[in-house]
């Protein structure tokens, strides 16, 4: 996940709503509203980003261990 806009350089946080194409590209709300929800790059729709509460690299060990056995099993 992008921690700034792409129009106006805006920091988002983990936290932080913000509105991603299907390729990514992320606005903050004021922008996408802007943009009226159509991302300038691609012309494809902009929703809301999926809230994260933590980030990737602090997800247990045990999680990934157990996502990679099933993954290889």
Do not use: W
């Amino acid at each position: 996940m992008k921690a700034s806009c792409e129009r106006c350089s805006m920091k988002l946080g983990l936290s932080d709503q913000a509105f991603i194409c299907s390729y990514e590209c992320t606005f903050c709300p004021d922008c996408s509203e802007t943009l009226r929800h159509v991302c300038p790059n691609c012309q494809g729709n902009l929703v809301m980003r999926p809230l994260r509460r933590t980030s990737p690299t602090e997800v247990p060990r045990t999680r990934f261990k157990a996502k990679l056995e099933t993954i290889l099993s």
